[in-house]
C-alpha cells in the first residue's frame, strides 16, 4: 500500500515545474473573490451555504474549458449537475480504487472532488486512471469566476467520508499533498530515500519550507530518509507560518488593488 500522492487536477499545471510553485502563483492573480480560496479562508462568506468553518478545499484560478484531471486512480461515486446541487454547479466525486497511508499514518480510501465544471465527461461508476478528463473546467455553481474547487476526504471503501464530523464535512486541507506529490516528482527517491546529496536536500527544502536549506538544518537531516523529513517539516511551525504567509499575501494584494 503507497503513500497518499495527488496528482494535480488541472491539465494546464502540468506546464509549471512544481505543483505548490502553482498554487503559490494563484496569488499574483486577480480573479475575484472566490477563486483561489485556500482551506478554511472566508468564514463569513462561506456561511451563506451553511459552511461554518470557512472554504472546504482549495480553489484554482484557470481559464474556462481547461481539462479538469483525475489525481488519483478512483471510480466516479457522484456526478453532479446544476440542477441536482445549485451551489455546486457541475462537478464530480472520486473514491480511490485501493487505500492509501496518509501523511499521519493513518489508512483509508481517498476521496477527491472537482467542482464548478462546464460539463462532466465522466459516467457514475466510471473508472478513471490519473491524469483522465473529468470535465471542463468553468464557474458553474456558488462561484464568482472560472476555477475547479478541489476536496479531499477520508472515507470507507464505498466512499463513505470517515471523518465527517471534523467541522469542513470530514474535507482536509489538500496543500500538503501537494508539496508531497513536488517532492516525489523531483525523483529525490529514485534511487534512495536518503537525503544523501546537496541537490535531494535542496529540493526537499524547496517543496516543503520553500526556502534554502541551511547548515544547520542539513546537518540534522543529513543521511534521514525524505519522508520523515516530510512528516516532520509538515508539523513544524514553520509550514504552518508559510501557509499563513501565503494567506496575508493575498490580502495585501487585493488590498492593493482596491486603492
Ligand atoms: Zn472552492
Not at 8 to 31: I, N
Not at 69 to 91: L, P
Not at 111 to 125: A, D, P, Q, R
Not at 195 to 204: I, Q, V, Y
Request: aromatic share 12%.
Amino acid at each position: 500500500m503507497g503513500q497518499l500522492k495527488l496528482y494535480p487536477c488541472l491539465e494546464e499545471v502540468l506546464a509549471f515545474h512544481s505543483y505548490s510553485e502553482k498554487v503559490d502563483a494563484l496569488y499574483k492573480f486577480d480573479r475575484g473573490i472566490n477563486k483561489d480560496n485556500m482551506f478554511g479562508d472566508n468564514v463569513e462568506y462561506y456561511k451563506q451555504i451553511g459552511l461554518q468553518n470557512g472554504h472546504t478545499g482549495q480553489d484554482i484560478s484557470c481559464q474556462r474549458g481547461v481539462n479538469v484531471i483525475a489525481s488519483i486512480k478512483s471510480w466516479v461515486r457522484e456526478e453532479h449537475d446544476d440542477i441536482q446541487d445549485i451551489n455546486a454547479g457541475y462537478g464530480v466525486v472520486l473514491v480511490s480504487t485501493e487505500p492509501y497511508i496518509w501523511l499521519d499514518g493513518e489508512e483509508a480510501y481517498v476521496k477527491t472532488i472537482y467542482w464548478h465544471n462546464y460539463k462532466n465527461l465522466v459516467e457514475l461508476g466510471d473508472i478513471v486512471e490519473v491524469g483522465q478528463p473529468l470535465g471542463l473546467s468553468d464557474s458553474t455553481g456558488f462561484s464568482t469566476g472560472d476555477h475547479v474547487h478541489f476536496g479531499l476526504k477520508k472515507c470507507d471503501k464505498d466512499g463513505n467520508t470517515l471523518n465527517h464530523g471534523n467541522g469542513y464535512f470530514g474535507a482536509v486541507n489538500p496543500y500538503p499533498y501537494w508539496a508531497y506529490w513536488d517532492l516525489t516528482n523531483m525523483h529525490i527517491c529514485s534511487e534512495s530515500c536518503k537525503l544523501d546529496t546537496d541537490k535531494k536536500m535542496g529540493l526537499a527544502y524547496q517543496a516543503v519550507l520553500k526556502r534554502k536549506s541551511d547548515e544547520e538544518g542539513k546537518k540534522f537531516w543529513w543521511d534521514k530518509c525524505v519522508f520523515t523529513f516530510m512528516d516532520e517539516a509538515m508539523k513544524q511551525t514553520e509550514y504552518m507560518r508559510i501557509t499563513r504567509i501565503l494567506q496575508i499575501g493575498k490580502f495585501v494584494l487585493q488590498l492593493a488593488k482596491k486603492l
